[in-house]
């Protein structure tokens, strides 16, 4: 029945609604975000949602990989344009803090929000599991280039320094949530980076 | 009216809606969490909740007290039981993973929680962030002993140690969440107890 055709789902609509829904999970958690407002916001209509996502589960599952590639590709652009690992690494947690107290402390970070909300769905908890699993990687690939480079301790695994400075750093920004403030932060890289992480 | 007054708030019926208040925002958040369960599960009228909250937020801020009293008692608890600073706070810890994998990790910590997922309450806010450093300074406290018995480093304040303990378990507790597993809790304490935090 070709008159009757769907109209194609617009990449363009699925990116708006990604982008809208990463801001209100961000900002009012899992369970606090209707699906109508982010429609709303996007200006699609209730009945077309489910041309893009069958279910807020699968929306949410999606929002969770846009987050982690938006992550990644922070984290490459604070590289590229650092004369070392380790300044690049600084680089981009500077932009992390600077963009944290833009938007008032409000939001954080979207895979330790949910994270610590949402139980009960395991399709949400492995997305998680694999955005955790890509930023700890990340982290860990500049840790080792920076041990490579003499800048940081060898005796310890990058990968066991990854793990421990993005669990404090998570640990951090929830108490920056918390205490609306960076020092929790500053405080974290203070004592890991330019603490016991080095040589 | 003596005939129409209204029924004592009892302290026991209280305590009840604690507890399953912290079991229920632990489980399923704050805004997943209503009221009408817990009340239910406590026998509690809707109409008498107002007997002992003046609203949901009251309630929050109450559990999240509660809550904190809770965490005190057991580290209290850790500490009486033990040969030492450093063997009262591994106690303490080991206590809270046999919790986490009985409760098959669902739940974690309820300040971690309820931070990552509450915006737009300055109340909670505030509860969070005194049940926060009562947590912190109790740690810091037994840090201090295990300094002064010179099991840890004395280099850095127990203060700044005991912040980055706790960040990073915070953190490690959401992602224990994620993974199911005790796996980064064990490596958080073996980083940083058992390693940096050495004399």
Known sequence: MPFMAR???SDETRRKLLEEGMEAFLKQGYHGTGLK??????????????????SKEAFGTATIEHYADCVAAKLAAAMDSAPDPL????????????AFEAAD?????????LGAEIEGSPIIREA???????????????????QEAGQLRRDISADELAA??????????????IERS??????CLARLLD????P
Chains 1, 2 share one sequence.
């Open 7 to 9: 109209p194609r789902a």
């Open 105 to 113: 402390f409000v939001g954080g970070c979207l895979v330790g929000n």
């Open 164 to 177: 421990l400075l993005v669990d404090a750093w998570e640990g951090a920004v929830i108490r920056m949530k």
């Open 195 to 198: 603490g016991f992480f080095k």
């Open 182 to 187: 960076l020092l929790p932060l500053q405080s």
């Open 128 to 146: 998680l599991s694999i955005a955790a699993k890509r930023y700890r990687d990340g982290i860990a690939e500049v840790l080792r280039q920076a």
């Open 87 to 98: 300044g690049g690494l600084r680089g981009f947690f500077e932009r992390e803090m600077r």
């Open 37 to 54: 407002e982010v429609l709303d916001r996007v200006r699609v209509p209730k009945g077309s949602f489910y041309n893009y996502f069958e």
